[in-house]
């Protein structure tokens, strides 16, 4: 929390021209940790440089993987498999409930102690869901208030680990790639079952590694693997991240008269559920120039106005669109009618309560708007719109989608506005651009 404010004027006309949006954070988290696990030096574009991820990669250097950044590019340099070394000291997942929950399964098998640290957010966020499947595999990890909580500590496997068949109770890409990393460790196959299927750039990439994994409907099974069977690739190209993308989307879709150009976006299918949305809505958005580079689609958006209207989406499509939803309250907010979006209940154990903070800060821009029960966020579009001071209550996604929130309304005054560095740090820029 800072006691800086942000203020966001109205936007008054279209918007035209190519937007360029940054690398993709979940895709530069996975780059990394898979990057240092190899033999062979590999070169990472477009890295994003967002705090979440730099925390990834200051954890795995404090883990005795070599990472230079000229500036442009990564070269992550491991020492194979069993090359991590124990940290010397507590690790910092800072914000990232990425960092922590993948590095636990990276670290579950390892034959040392560490133990991690975060801030406050992550310091309520729910572990137990990552921390008890991985005690099942035979995994030595504590945390506060009985394993549910950082700090978190992992103690030195004094054996290996094993795999298990796990279902998991709610979707969730951090914990199944949390799985997925024990499982390259353990002996014999780990096999997952989630719900609905959540991102899984985790599996492109173990396969782009030569990883042996197979994919049944929504269920995984991945095989333990030696550095002989490890093929990394020499360079990993991240795509433009499509939940950045988002904002300059919905605001070129509301903003009469645009016409803008987004290039380089990735568009893997587990992470599309919001365009599919929009246009259900009515929003005018092509996808051209589709190309697959390290294992992942990337595409250029295309994005006129469209007047939007309603809809209705729930539990099955909500991991495809997870972190979208602030955004697509906002567009909700210009559309014609109702939109109701339910089995949203993983949206309370985000950065923030994002489906309580919605229905708060949303409210003081377009009173009446928004409400939420249990699992449930409803908003009723077209109200009346108003200027306000509105908190992001520290949450990078609430920040830039109440500036978008503002720049299609009557502005906004954002208290705390600068946690827009966890995945997009030039966002304010763009924005004024
Ligand atoms: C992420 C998975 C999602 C998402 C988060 C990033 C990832 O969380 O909300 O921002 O990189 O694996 P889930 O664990 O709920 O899928």
Redesign the pocket.
């Known amino acids: 929390m800072t006691d800086e404010i942000k203020t966001i004027k109205k936007i008054e006309r279209g918007m035209t021209g190519e937007i360029k949006i940054p690398g993709d954070?979940?895709i530069s988290?996975r780059s990394v940790i898979l990057s240092s696990l190899a033999t062979t030096p590999i070169e990472i574009k477009n890295f994003l440089r967002g705090a979440d991820c730099l925390s990834t990669l200051e954890c795995m250097r404090a883990l005795s993987v070599q990472i230079e950044d000229d500036g442009k590019n990564l070269l992550v340099t491991g020492h194979g498999l069993h090359g991590l070394k124990e940290p010397e000291s507590i690790l910092d997942a800072g914000n990232s409930?990425?960092t922590l929950r993948l590095l636990l399964g990276l670290l579950a098998s390892q034959r040392f102690f560490t133990t991690f640290t975060g801030d406050k957010s992550l310091s309520k966020r729910p572990m137990g869901r990552v921390i008890r499947p991985l005690s099942k595999m035979g995994a030595r990890i504590y945390g506060r208030a009985g394993g549910k909580y950082l700090p978190i500590t992992i103690l030195p496997a004094s054996k290996k680990i094993h795999g298990i068949a796990y279902e998991m109770p709610v979707?969730?890409?951090?914990?199944k790639?949390a799985l997925l990393l024990a499982g390259l460790y353990s002996v014999g196959n780990t096999t997952i079952f989630e719900p609905y299927p959540?991102?899984d750039h985790t599996e492109r990439m173990m396969e782009a590694f030569g990883v042996d994994l197979e994919r049944r409907g929504n269920s995984i099974t991945i095989q333990p693997i030696t550095d002989e069977q490890i093929h990394a690739p020499e360079t990993i190209e991240v795509p433009g991240d499509i939940s950045s993308a988002m904002y300059w989307i919905v605001l070129a879709t509301i903003l009469e008269g645009s016409d803008i150009l987004i290039r380089d976006v990735g568009i893997n299918p587990t992470r599309t559920g919001a365009i599919d949305i929009l246009k259900a809505m009515g929003a005018n958005i092509d996808l051209t120039n589709i190309r697959t580079s390290s294992g992942e689609q990337f595409a250029d958006v295309h994005v006129t106005s469209a007047k939007l209207h309603g809809t209705s989406f729930g539990e099955e499509i909500i991991?495809r669109l997870?972190?979208e939803i602030p955004i697509l309250a906002v567009a909700a907010a210009f559309a014609d009618g109702e939109t109701v979006i339910t089995g949203a209940s993983?949206l309370r154990v985000?950065e923030t309560d994002r489906l309580s903070v919605i229905t708060t800060e949303y409210n003081r821009l377009m009173p009446g708007a928004f409400k939420d029960t249990d699992s449930t966020l409803t908003i009723i579009g077209g109200r009346k719109i108003k200027m306000n001071h509105c908190s992001s209550h520290g949450d990078h996604r609430i920040a830039m989608s109440l500036a978008i929130f503002g720049a299609l309304g009557e502005g906004v005054d954002i208290v705390d506005p600068s946690c827009v560095d966890i995945s997009y740090p030039e966002f304010y820029e763009t924005l004024g651009s």
């Open positions: 954070k979940s988290h409930g990425t979707s969730s890409a951090q914990v790639s959540s991102r991991p997870i972190d993983e985000k």
